[in-house]
């Protein structure tokens, strides 16, 4: 049947073969595309039990304007988790979201000096940001705030009423706007469950580290020794009692395999974090969290940093990050300038859904047609 299928196959010189498909075929194929829509090209998979992968991405902070720097892990995130689904896997795609930890007894301590109600629950994450960069303004001529901000986030993880009802109402609305840019994006997750969903798990994980005899005592803090992996230890309590960021990815990562038996994990995190998980990977081979079955496959999927001007580093604290809406409806305003050069005849309504179209996907490509490993410096 070859002649149904190509038009011509012809040599063409410096060791290319051009191969044509014949107008029968295409319109054919055209066909099945139109007629499968989204599930074109979708692995079909008999087995009930499909293989589960966990990707986890973009993940921000709470109380934070989501900013350039987390384009990256979003859009490849959701890109391989994309990938993943049209090869037949069942993929969980997980929001990890950052709503736990010192930056939020920092951020109380600057809502209760210096916030005002009316002012945050009009405009919550333009507020909130403002506060919490004021309050590493105020840090250098008064660094007694640092201390105060782990007092009121120590008052937080023991069930403070009041800072827990601040912290309810920081995460409600944040989720909100987060909610918003993602949907304009056209990414979605399966969970956004955040560090603060294993609070209760810390303690049983801190047990269950030293009755392995995985722990020792420094200095008051509880770390553990990685030597034999060629790591540096790593702090899994401070000598305060309170947990760290490190303490509740175990728990996580502990949830996550006990929850789902994945075949394969992937943290779509910066590189920066490399050093993180080689600790957490090696932390997981030492207490078999799997229980004797098959340890899932752990992948850290590197990318480089968004910078800013002369290569520096953006940063909320420092007020420096661009803002994520920032960006998408600049994007969006250069398409309709793009379109209206055109003769296009586009209803209003047509040309306004047309240019968020092209401003999502502009913003989209910019990313993925770079090497994921190399910076970016962000340049209007």
């Known amino acids: 049947d070859d002649a149904k299928v190509f038009d011509r196959i012809e040599l063409a010189g410096g060791g290319f073969i051009n191969i044509r498909l014949s107008p029968e075929v295409i319109k054919e194929e055209l066909k099945r595309i139109v007629k499968a829509g989204s599930a074109w090209g979708r692995v079909k998979t008999k087995n009930k039990h499909k293989e589960t992968v966990i990707v986890e991405y973009s993940a921000p902070n709470i109380a934070k304007p989501m900013h350039v720097g987390h384009l990256r892990s979003t859009i490849i995130g959701d890109a391989i988790a994309n990938v993943y689904e049209f090869l037949g896997y069942g993929v969980v795609r997980w929001n990890y979201l950052g709503d736990w930890g010192t930056q939020f007894g920092k951020l109380i301590v600057a809502y209760k000096l210096w916030g005002k109600r009316r002012e945050v629950a009009r405009n919550p994450i ?7 960069v004021r309050f590493h303004k105020e840090l250098k001529d008064n660094p007694a705030l640092e201390a105060e901000g782990r007092d009121e986030f120590k008052k937080l993880e023991t069930g403070d009423k009041k800072n827990r009802k601040l912290w309810r109402w920081f995460k409600k609305e944040s989720l909100k706007e987060f909610n918003r840019v993602y949907n304009r994006l056209g990414v979605s997750f399966s ?17 269950l580290l030293k009755e392995e005899k995985l722990t020792q005592e ?11 992996f060629d ?7 401070k000598s305060d009692g309170a947990t760290l960021y490190f303490t509740r990815e175990v728990a996580n990562l502990k949830y996550r395999i006990e929850e789902y038996e994945p075949k394969r994990i992937l943290y779509v995190v910066a590189n920066e974090q490399t ?20 340890m899932p496959e752990l992948a850290h999927v590197k ?22 809406n920032e960006l998408l409806d600049r994007s969006v305003k250069l398409s309709q300038e793009a379109l209206s050069t055109r003769k296009v005849d586009l209803k209003r309504s047509e040309a306004k859904e047309t240019a968020e ?10 990313d993925l047609s770079q090497h994921p490993s190399g910076d970016i410096v962000f340049d209007w």
């Open 218 to 228: 420094s200095e008051g803090a509880l770390m553990i020794e990685l030597e034999r």
């Open 126 to 132: 333009e507020e909130l940001e403002k506060l919490y």
């Open 357 to 366: 179209i092209l401003g999502m996907g502009a913003v989209k490509y910019n």
């Open 303 to 324: 990318f480089g940093l968004v910078r800013g001007e002369a290569g520096k580093k953006l940063s909320t604290r420092e007020g420096t990050a661009v803002k994520l």
């Open 275 to 294: 050093l993180h998980f080689n600790q957490l990977f090696a932390v997981a081979k030492m207490l078999d969290l799997a229980k004797g079955k098959d």
């Open 231 to 237: 790591l540096p230890p790593v702090m899994i309590r």
């Open 191 to 207: 969970t956004q469950i955040g560090e603060a969903f294993y609070e209760k798990e810390l303690e049983g994980i801190i047990n």
